[in-house]
Nanobody, 123 residues
Framework: VQLQASGGGLVQAGGSLRLSCAAS????????IAWFRQAPGKEREGVSC????????YYSDSVKGRFTISRDNDKNTVYLQMNSLKPEDTAVYYC?????????????????WGQGTQVTVSS
């Protein structure tokens, strides 16, 4: 069971990036997926999540209207499209999976984590 996050990089403020979270060894169809991020010196925070059924989504207030989470179950991959990036979005972004049919907004229920991908937004 493995999650592989990718797509991070260096971008100027106002730019866009698309992160991918690819699963191997298990079928994402049965899992809710979340993106978390952790900036230096700060606690890891939830950014967005999507349910396994119906694709119900949740966004933190800090990214609402700028980020979009989506899933492609055929590719066993979840995406995070990040637009209008700000320097405060700079962090290591992690994806995580929780076996559930519904939307999972409780961090402790996510027990499968990817390795993280660095996003740096310059001003």
């Amino acid at each position: 069971v493995q999650l592989q996050a990718s797509g991070g990089g260096l971008v100027q403020a106002g730019g866009s990036l698309r992160l991918s979270c690819a699963a191997s060894g298990f079928n994402l169809d049965y899992y809710g997926i979340a993106w978390f991020r952790q900036a230096p010196g700060k606690e890891r925070e939830g950014v967005s999540c999507i349910s396994s059924i119906n694709g119900i989504t949740y966004y933190s207030d800090s990214v609402k209207g700028r980020f979009t989470i989506s899933r492609d179950n055929d590719k066993n991959t979840v995406y995070l499209q990040m637009n209008s990036l700000k320097p405060e979005d700079t962090a290591v972004y992690y994806c995580a999976a929780a076996r559930s049919a519904g939307l999972v907004t409780t961090r402790s229920l996510y027990n499968n984590w990817g390795q993280g991908t660095q996003v740096t937004v310059s001003s």
